[in-house]
């Protein structure tokens, strides 16, 4: 197995960095799919058994990549998997921001690597500074692939375009510190609710004329706890009960420049982030519905 690539724009480099920073924030480790076209970062439930990613990232290398090299180890098995600690890598790339070149490559040291030169320019003298990072990986064999696939999930009830993610952020980290879950509520019409309940209050925050992406209603309340405003359609409504602090992660993708972020919701059951950036990364959060 060989991978060579190299990154000379300071753009590229910058959201590269902020990419990853995103990652090592919602988990502290990922799988590092490499393939002929896309990097894909994965993160999977932590967990004891298999389990479907979390968090599925796509990076398309020709955008971000002025040389790219990868040989698998077979022509029917072209792609590379490397389980690596995203912090490690994350600190890698920080000073990315101020560098002048990256060479990535996979070499094998003491243990498997994935070795970063980062040309840096000097504060004192005309010459750059070449600072060399090993971040050690495990190479994922060919019999685990299988587990790292992208989820297949249902077709969503509602798919609706989020608000600013820094005010949902701060919205949503101020519930969690009364409540360990909140409801996400998306209308047909572009409104979108997060609320919580405890045993003292009831907290609401609402959004209206979002965009609505697409509805697949009318929705089924016959069974649910479904609360709307006055004169709203609850079969126009879908909602779901999920993790807070889950929610909260994913909106720390806030630094990575964006067009849009999309929210899908599978009544009850799943909620689906997806952010796109105008380099065509794609970055998706599933997040399963809490049901009593």
Not at 158 to 169: A, G, H, N, T, Y
Not at 211 to 230: L, M, N, T, Y
Request: glycine share 2%; aromatic share 6%.
């Amino acid at each position: 197995m060989k991978f060579r690539a190299v990154m000379m724009d300071s753009s590229p480099m910058r959201e590269f960095a902020n990419i990853v920073s995103t990652i090592s924030k919602l988990s502290k480790e990922c799988i590092l799919r490499l393939s002929s076209d896309q990097l894909y970062f994965i993160v999977s439930e932590e967990n004891n058994g298999p389990a479907p990613p979390i968090l599925w990232c796509e990076v398309p290398q020709a955008l971000f990549f002025s040389e790219y090299q990868i040989v698998g180890v077979d022509d029917e098995h072209k792609d590379i998997y490397l389980g690596i600690i995203s912090a490690n890598l994350s600190k890698s790339l920080v000073t990315l921001k101020t560098a002048k070149s990256l060479k990535m490559k996979l070499t094998k040291k003491q243990c498997p690597c994935l070795t970063l030169e980062i040309d840096l320019p000097s504060i004192t003298m005309q010459q750059s500074r070449l600072v060399t990072h090993d971040v050690p990986v495990i190479v994922i064999p060919r019999k685990l692939w299988t587990e790292f696939h992208e989820p297949r999930v249902p077709r969503p009830d509602i798919s609706i375009e989020l608000p600013s993610l820094k005010q949902l952020r701060t919205t949503i980290d101020r519930m969690k510190t009364m409540s360990p879950e909140v409801v996400l509520r998306a209308s047909a019409e572009g409104r979108l609710t997060l609320q919580i309940k405890t045993d003292l209050a009831k907290v609401s925050t609402r959004f209206r004329d979002l965009r609505v992406e697409a509805f697949e209603g009318p929705i089924d309340h016959s069974d649910s706890e479904s609360e709307s405003q006055i004169n709203e359609d609850v079969s126009r409504v879908c909602y779901c009960r999920v993790d807070a602090k889950k929610f909260s992660m994913f909106l720390s993708a806030d630094n990575i420049s964006h067009n849009r972020t999309i929210c899908s919701i599978v009544h009850k059951k799943l909620v689906t982030l997806c952010l796109q950036t105008e380099e065509n990364v794609k970055l998706q959060c599933f997040i399963t519905g809490i049901v009593y």
